[in-house]
């Protein structure tokens, strides 16, 4: 048993003081105030309470690349920044189009994992764009989405059908925007950086083509979709307008999109590159405000880690992606609940209520007899992120030095706590 | 005695006071250059080692002739740029080079950057020979010096650049240098070749030659990649060369003494006509001249402080 006493708890009605009570699994009691039982109590007075965050965008690099990171070292990296279920991308190699691809997935969470992992199978089979996979046996086997993320589908007819197929099993296709074409040899984003740095550059264009292209494919065919990491203006006005039509569109942005701009890619810094590209400040306010009104629905990580090889090389041979779990968190705190972009409910929604619908997950939030996914969130905390702390096997990320405000302090998955003090429980090291 | 930095990786970060110093360097060594016996002992025990990743032949002769002018050890290698991809590092053959004691590593690559992350892990000092669309600061030294030579100087020198700005470090490093040291830029393109928010760079901007090149000291030809046709860049090379080629009649509308200027190979008939290169406005001998000059002093700069451990950064 585990008594939460005094902390605040985040529902998508407010914020409320109330001590909550776990035994095993679940959430046996909430009240006003439950007397101290004989087992251990955390005290979370001051203190922000939230169910589990849900991450419905990362690579856990496994298999193929364990390298970078594993499902051990990626699902501590994700618990200790508040995640306790996350949904792995299907770049891995192999390539996770099939079932036995996902039945890997899912034995290898749970005999090296500290929470849930999700999989993800893909669109096409190897990523290839050519031939649909096998939707229903996947899902029939635990995949909750469908995506070729890293690639675009760039054939028309066969988004069009991925659409329709994914619908028929009540499937997710998360889409990755990209016109490859107008990319071409592009590394950072099209602006005043890409020319006073001498590289070229990835217009905005590349994504927002594909956006209108998948919101134009959905409302056609009645299907739904859900746009990956969006960066752009222009992204967020389509799906504005499409939203507004009733288009069945969500769509998802990573925190680096809503705080970094392209200036972090100058000098050649490869930790700043990502795909897409960092964009411009006025991107990044179109971000937030997208974010406040709801056309974004979810803030996912992207967690996208690579080795010191991989980047500690030339930009244009360096892989693009920064790792993301340990930092998600905190700095969407920091840019934007300490800056009244959002509020409490709004942080719960974007990183746990909205992805939950997308993926259809239980929402149960944290309530009597819902499984007993925690985190303890200290508000306050000040501190400034170090790369070489984090739990991930990888360390590339711009945000060295950055000054967050707001830590995870615990992270209970299923009643067990994986993080202790803002620190891996011993248990789980 | 001036400051002077660890490498040389382009005129973006030089200060005006760094450039005027080697400008002002290399008009010694330009003297140098010119007398009957031209060996010195300036760079006697230092060691210059040229990685080409790109083919190259006047940049890496230029650079090679600049060290034996001035005593140095030199060595170049070329390594085809296939093999970037193929695992072999560009840290570890620099580190390597470096453990083989060379004072100065020169190297052109084809990537933007890569001289940047060469210099950050050897101890010798790196000059950028040219590294993807990014910069060429030595070009564009001694395009500078060769303006400065004739007209005496840079401030307030009218110069039109012309031709494909997007994909030419050329531009680039002349755009950053030429702003720096007082002179006012121009830049004529058709608007494909031109990269965004090039006015920020401090140029302006046309895509009318004609109106470009008007009452100018210096015009400047950039070289056009046969391919940027079939990539849908430019119509044709017959359409380029009527529109934004240097020919007689658009000559006349420059100042009377103006220098026509391309740092080479140059297509005639595309870029420049053959009757204006061979004209007396044409300074492309004398910038080849001036290459080597320029590339000496910048060797005998980065060399000078006695151990290569105790140059300043
Ligand atoms: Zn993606």
Known sequence: ?429 | MKYMRKDLLGLRELTFEEIDYILSTAELMKYILLQDVKKTPHLNGKSIVSIFYENSTRTKLSFDLAAKYLSATSCSISVSSSSVNKGETLIDTGKTVDAMAADVVIIRHPFSGAPHIMAKNVEASVINAGDGVNEHPTQALLDMFTIKEEKGTLNGIKVAVVGDILHSRVARSNIWGLTKMGAQVRVAAPATFLPPDIEDMGVSVYYDTDSAIKDVDVVMGLRIQRERQKEGFIGSAYEYYRYYGINQDRLKLCKKDALVMHPGPVNRAVEIDSKVLSSENSMVDQQVTNGVAVRMALLYLLTRKGSRKDVIN
């Open chain 1, 1 to 429: 048993m585990l008594l939460i006493k005094n902390g605040c708890i985040v529902t998508d009605e407010g914020v409320f003081k109330r001590d909550i009570l776990v035994e095993g699994q679940r959430i046996k009691m909430i009240a006003d105030k439950i007397d101290d039982q004989e087992c251990e109590i955390i005290d979370a007075s001051g203190k922000m309470v939230l169910p589990g965050f849900v991450d419905m965008h990362c690579h856990l690099r496994d298999p193929g690349y364990e390298y970078k990171e594993d499902i051990y070292t990626g699902t501590r990296s994700a618990a200790k920044g508040g995640f306790t279920i996350v949904a792995c991308m299907p770049n891995t190699d192999p390539v996770i189009d099939s079932k036995a691809m996902i039945e890997y997935i899912k034995a290898k969470s749970r005999t090296d994992g500290v929470i849930d992992v999700l999989p993800i199978g893909a669109i096409t089979r190897r990523l290839e764009g050519k031939r649909l996979t096998d939707m229903g046996e996947l899902k029939e086997h635990g995949a909750v989405a469908v995506s070729d993320d890293g690639f675009s589908v760039s054939n028309s007819m066969i988004m069009q059908n991925a659409l329709l197929y994914a619908k028929t099993f009540g499937l997710p296709v998360i889409s990755h925007c990209e016109d490859t074409q107008l990319t071409s040899e592009g590394l950072i984003n099209l602006g005043r950086d890409s020319t006073f740095f001498g590289m070229m550059g990835i217009s905005k264009a590349a994504e927002e083509i594909m956006v209108a292209r998948d919101v134009i494919l959905a409302e056609n065919t009645g299907a739904s979709v859900h746009i990956a990491h969006v960066s752009t203006e222009g992204s967020v006005d389509i799906i504005r307008r499409a939203k507004q039509r009733g288009v069945h569109v969500t769509c998802e942005t990573a925190p680096h999109y809503f705080s970094l701009d392209s200036s972090y890619a100058r000098d050649f810094n490869t930790d700043a590159k990502v795909n897409p590209p960092l964009r411009e400040k006025s991107d990044i306010d179109a971000i937030k405000k997208g974010l406040r009104e709801g056309v974004i629905d979810v803030i996912a990580t992207d967690h996208a880690p690579h080795s010191e090889d991989e980047k500690n090389i030339e930009f244009q041979l360096a892989k693009p992606g920064m790792v993301g779990f340990e930092t998600a968190v905190p700095v969407a705190l920091t840019e934007l609940l300490h800056k009244n972009m959002l509020d409490w409910t709004d942080i719960l929604n974007k990183f746990y209520c909205n992805p939950c619908k997308i993926l259809n997950l239980k929402c149960d939030g944290i309530s009597t007899q819902a499984v007993a996914d925690i985190i303890i969130i200290d508000p306050e905390y000040r501190y400034e992120i170090k790369t070489e702390e984090f739990v991930s096997k990888s360390k590339n990320s711009p945000y060295q030095g950055y000054k967050a405000k707001g830590r995870i302090l615990y992270t209970i998955n299923k009643g067990r706590i994986i993080v202790r003090d803002g620190e891996l429980d011993r248990e789980v090291i």
